[in-house]
């Protein structure tokens, strides 16, 4: 028996996994090769890979990535993928000639999906085919729903229409001798409204090829019925394997739990762990910044993109977080901060019943345990959170706090009232100070990021505790990259995720690449590793993020925690930004770790403060750009600090550093660093020597 397949599809653009909706609208998720190793991990039926960019041309936009490829076309990432994808792989994309199917299929794809070319020139179907066999060739219908109730046929991704029905055209991409066909609703593309079932069954019941249904999936229950009543022979979906934790696996189990006979799902392999062992060529990268070996990154790499910044904020496009822009030069966290000002009270009443719905499923009812964990770090959004959460919503949380040992007075004193003023339990988890001083040193070498082990430990200790004391829900705050960069769509409701974690709060670099290193053991990296996916699998473990839920403003819920609970600012400000109530958990979040991000990015915290209060309509573009020129490009004084905690030199930092400069940013003008800068345009200023 064939059985049904569970297939996810993953969108490439510029070389970064997107999200997508109707076609038009698409966010940076991140790079392909975690999600496609992280698909790996589950023994995946299948997976359909397709590149929607305009250009050939692919770029991570990052350098202190652990997981990277090189090189900067779409075969160089699909030869990346392909080492660690072992599942069959479609891919498609940019297929014009049997050339490029050749070289695809040769760079390590089992088939190939083609989609404008088949409409331009039907035969190539029948070409493809007799050359590489009908298995290799799938044909991709993107179809569009008219006002009429009619449906047409689309192609350059969702933009032409062709004048083919999708029932006539399967016809006859069937009798030209395609292999499957992909069929894709232009209309559901994102809207988390569930298949086109109408579309699906006119298709499958027309052709006696495999058609694998996609467009629409929100929700797991949303994939039986392409199947059950659409007649499919596999689903597919994009976004919401980029949503939740686990999402394969649950998903997999509500399609067999709906009667569907597909292959199980595993949840670990003997043969491919999910934490990555490093070769000592990886690790020798460490000896050789710390050596000052290493030049500039790809410094000989010419971007065929000129830095641009966000026409509304302030963001450029080489940025560390994910950022994509639209037509108009407008950045995706600039347009969903319009989405979310446009949410009336009726919706934010909707979603505060979805979250009460999600607390009475994890509360306690036995008093056993905790009815869920707060991550906090003891400022203004975990005051918030607490409040929210204990006093509003009437839950008893376990409050969870990683400490990195870089606490302001002020910041440590916060941490330790929200015990007396919430009354609720605390656990502080303070780890060796001679490992983080280890770790600090060798996540700056490294990664020029000398809190790894706060991201980490941050994203790792209150999962660990949950298996631990057996509590299923963890609620953090804002999804940081929903608000800074547009990551998702408020309709999405993302969950924090391993994948996550490792993407973007690790950069790729996992706990395993510092074992070993200064003589630091599995022991001691503890708190950095991640329970198994079979132990958040049978307890149900779920991230949800507070702001998905509840209308998030930190500029009017900090003075509230000040009024209710006392919190106290910084009683100095910052020297990087003129926010006084942000980071007081970490004095270098603020200061030598966000004046890292201006080295390798030539952006820093004040931008991102800017940005959020330009979006909220307290601050002009104009206003902001003239905080960015005073504060973005400064050297804090608490990275002498920073040096005597490590033992190291300042030279030895700036030698170190400068490998991290992006090309794309800076350059060499007499032996000074200079780069544009956004206000450029205003004054005819060129450069800002750092």
Same mark, same amino acid.
């Given at each position: 028996?064939?059985?049904?397949?569970?297939?996810?599809?993953?969108?490439?653009?510029?070389?970064?996994?997107?999200?997508?909706?109707?076609?038009?609208?698409?966010?940076?998720?991140?790079?392909?090769?975690? !999600?496609?190793?992280?698909?790996?991990?589950?023994?995946?039926?299948?997976? $359909?890979?397709?590149?929607?960019?305009?250009?050939?041309?692919?770029?991570?936009?990052?350098?202190?990535?652990?997981?990277?490829?090189?090189?900067?076309?779409?075969?160089?990432?699909?030869? =990346?993928?392909?080492?660690? &994808?072992?599942?069959?792989?479609?891919?498609?994309?940019?297929?014009?000639?049997?050339?490029?199917?050749?070289?695809?299929?040769?760079?390590?794809?089992?088939?190939?999906?083609?989609?404008?070319?088949?409409?331009?020139?039907?035969?190539?179907? !029948?070409?493809?085919?007799?050359?590489?066999?009908?298995? &290799?060739?799938?044909?991709?219908?993107?179809?569009?729903?008219?006002?009429?109730?009619?449906?047409?046929?689309?192609?350059?991704?969702?933009?032409?229409?062709?004048?083919?029905?999708?029932?006539?055209?399967?016809?006859?991409?069937?009798?030209?001798? %395609?292999?499957?066909?992909?069929?894709?609703?232009?209309?559901?593309?994102?809207?988390?409204?569930?298949?086109?079932?109408?579309?699906?069954?006119?298709?499958?019941?027309?052709?006696?090829?495999?058609?694998?249904?996609?467009? *629409?999936?929100?929700?797991?229950?949303? +994939?039986?019925?392409?199947?059950?009543?659409?007649?499919?022979?596999?689903?597919?979906?994009?976004?919401?394997? @980029?949503?939740?934790?686990?999402?394969?696996?649950?998903?997999?189990?509500? &399609?067999?739990?709906?009667?569907?006979?597909?292959?199980?799902?595993?949840?670990?392999?003997?043969?491919?762990?999910?934490?990555?062992?490093?070769?000592?060529?990886?690790?020798?990268?460490?000896?050789?910044? %710390?050596?000052?070996?290493?030049?500039?990154?790809?410094?000989?790499?010419?971007?065929? @993109?000129?830095?641009?910044?966000?026409?509304?904020?302030?963001?450029? =496009? $080489?940025?560390?977080?994910?950022?994509?822009?639209?037509?108009?030069?407008?950045?995706?966290?600039?347009?969903?901060?319009?989405?979310?000002?446009?949410?009336?009270?009726?919706?934010?009443?909707?979603?505060?019943?979805?979250?009460?719905?999600?607390?009475?499923?994890?509360?306690?009812?036995?008093?056993?345990?905790?009815?869920?964990?707060?991550?906090?770090?003891?400022?203004?959004?975990?005051?918030?959170?607490?409040?929210?959460?204990?006093?509003?919503?009437?839950?008893?949380?376990?409050?969870?706090?990683?400490?990195?040992?870089?606490?302001?007075?002020?910041?440590?004193?916060?941490?330790?009232?929200?015990?007396?003023?919430? *009354?609720?339990?605390?656990?502080?988890?303070?780890?060796?100070?001679?490992?983080?001083?280890?770790?600090?040193?060798?996540?700056?070498?490294?990664?020029?990021?000398?809190?790894?082990?706060?991201?980490?430990?941050?994203?790792?200790?209150?999962?660990?505790?949950?298996?631990?004391?057996?509590?299923?829900?963890?609620?953090?705050?804002?999804?940081?990259?929903?608000?800074?960069?547009?990551? +998702?769509?408020?309709?999405?409701?993302?969950?924090?995720?391993?994948?996550?974690?490792?993407?973007? +709060? %690790?950069?790729?670099?996992?706990?395993?690449?510092?074992?070993?290193?200064?003589? $630091?053991?599995?022991?001691?990296?503890?708190?950095?590793?991640?329970?198994?996916?079979?132990?958040?699998?049978?307890?149900?473990?779920?991230?949800?993020?507070?702001?998905?839920?509840?209308?998030?403003? =930190?500029?009017?819920? *900090?003075?509230?925690?000040?009024?209710?609970? *006392? +919190?106290?600012?910084?009683?100095?400000?910052?020297?990087? !930004?003129?926010?006084?109530?942000?980071?007081?958990?970490?004095?270098?979040?603020?200061?030598?770790?966000?004046?890292?991000?201006?080295?390798?990015?030539?952006?820093?915290?004040?931008?991102?403060?800017? &940005?959020?209060?330009?979006?909220?309509?307290?601050?002009?573009?104009?206003?902001?750009?003239?905080?960015?020129?005073?504060?973005? @490009?400064?050297?804090?004084?608490?990275?002498?600090?920073?040096?005597?905690?490590?033992?190291?030199?300042?030279?030895?930092?700036?030698?170190?550093?400068?490998?991290?400069?992006?090309?794309?940013?800076?350059?060499?003008?007499?032996?000074?660093?200079?780069?544009?800068?956004?206000?450029?345009?205003?004054?005819?200023?060129?450069?800002? !020597?750092?």
């Amino acid at each position: 028996m064939v059985r049904p397949r569970l297939i996810p599809c993953l969108l490439l653009k510029n070389g970064l996994i997107v999200r997508s909706q109707r076609f038009s609208v698409h966010q940076d998720i991140g790079n392909p090769l975690s !999600t496609v190793k992280r698909f790996s991990d589950w023994n995946v039926d299948e997976l $359909i890979l397709l590149d929607i960019s305009s250009e050939d041309y692919h770029d991570l936009r990052r350098d202190d990535l652990q997981q990277r490829y090189h090189g900067t076309t779409a075969l160089d990432v699909l030869k =990346a993928v392909s080492q660690v &994808c072992f599942m069959p792989l479609a891919f498609g994309g940019r297929i014009r000639s049997l050339e490029d199917i050749r070289l695809r299929l040769s760079a390590g794809a089992d088939k190939c999906v083609i989609n404008t070319v088949a409409v331009k020139d039907p035969s190539f179907i !029948t070409q493809a085919a007799q050359r590489f066999g009908a298995q &290799c060739i799938v044909v991709s219908i993107d179809v569009k729903l008219h006002e009429d109730g009619s449906y047409e046929v689309y192609t350059h991704r969702g933009t032409f229409p062709t004048g083919w029905d999708p029932v006539s055209w399967a016809q006859e991409v069937e009798r030209l001798g %395609a292999g499957e066909i992909f069929l894709n609703s232009i209309d559901r593309d994102g809207s988390a409204q569930g298949y086109d079932i109408a579309l699906i069954r006119s298709v499958t019941s027309a052709v006696s090829i495999p058609v694998i249904a996609c467009g *629409g999936v929100g929700r797991y229950e949303h +994939f039986p019925p392409g199947i059950l009543e659409g007649g499919a022979s596999a689903v597919s979906a994009a976004n919401i394997f @980029h949503f939740f934790e686990l999402s394969y696996p649950l998903a997999k189990k509500v &399609c067999r739990e709906a009667g569907i006979p597909m292959r199980e799902s595993s949840l670990s392999s003997r043969w491919l762990l999910r934490e990555p062992s490093y070769t000592e060529e990886e690790r020798e990268r460490a000896r050789e910044r %710390a050596s000052g070996i290493i030049c500039l990154p790809n410094v000989l790499r010419k971007s065929i @993109h000129a830095v641009r910044w966000c026409t509304r904020c302030v963001y450029p =496009a $080489i940025s560390a977080a994910p950022m994509e822009f639209d037509e108009n030069g407008v950045c995706m966290g600039c347009r969903m901060a319009e989405v979310k000002a446009s949410i009336p009270a009726s919706e934010w009443r909707r979603r505060c019943d979805l979250l009460r719905e999600i607390f009475e499923r994890y509360r306690c009812r036995d008093g056993s345990r905790h009815d869920c964990i707060i991550p906090v770090s003891g400022g203004k959004d975990s005051y918030f959170q607490t409040h929210v959460i204990k006093n509003e919503f009437g839950l008893n949380p376990l409050l969870v706090t990683y400490n990195g040992n870089n606490y302001t007075p002020t910041g440590w004193r916060n941490l330790h009232r929200m015990k007396e003023v919430f *009354g609720v339990d605390h656990i502080i988890y303070s780890p060796s100070v001679e490992l983080l001083k280890k770790l600090n040193r060798l996540g700056f070498i490294i990664m020029g990021d000398m809190n790894w082990h706060a991201h980490v430990g941050i994203t790792t200790l209150p999962v660990r505790i949950a298996v631990q004391f057996k509590i299923p829900l963890i609620i953090w705050g804002e999804h940081g990259y929903l608000d800074l960069c547009g990551q +998702f769509s408020m309709d999405d409701f993302p969950e924090m995720s391993y994948r996550d974690r490792l993407e973007h +709060f %690790a950069r790729g670099d996992e706990w395993t690449y510092f074992v070993g290193l200064e003589g $630091i053991t599995a022991q001691d990296m503890i708190p950095y590793q991640y329970p198994s996916d079979q132990e958040l699998f049978d307890l149900d473990v779920r991230g949800i993020y507070l702001g998905n839920y509840v209308h998030w403003e =930190a500029n009017d819920h *900090g003075p509230m925690v000040i009024e209710k609970y *006392g +919190f106290q600012i910084s009683p100095e400000p910052f020297e990087r !930004t003129y926010r006084r109530m942000s980071n007081l958990d970490d004095m270098h979040e603020n200061g030598v770790h966000d004046y890292l991000k201006y080295i390798k990015f030539g952006y820093g915290r004040c931008t991102d403060h800017v &940005c959020k209060d330009i979006r909220a309509g307290r601050m002009t573009r104009e206003e902001g750009i003239e905080l960015v020129r005073q504060m973005d @490009h400064r050297k804090p004084k608490d990275l002498y600090r920073w040096l005597e905690y490590v033992g190291m030199t300042e030279e030895e930092f700036d030698r170190i550093a400068d490998t991290f400069r992006d090309p794309r940013v800076w350059r060499k003008v007499n032996g000074q660093w200079v780069k544009d800068n956004i206000w450029d345009e205003h004054c005819g200023e060129k450069v800002l !020597t750092a």
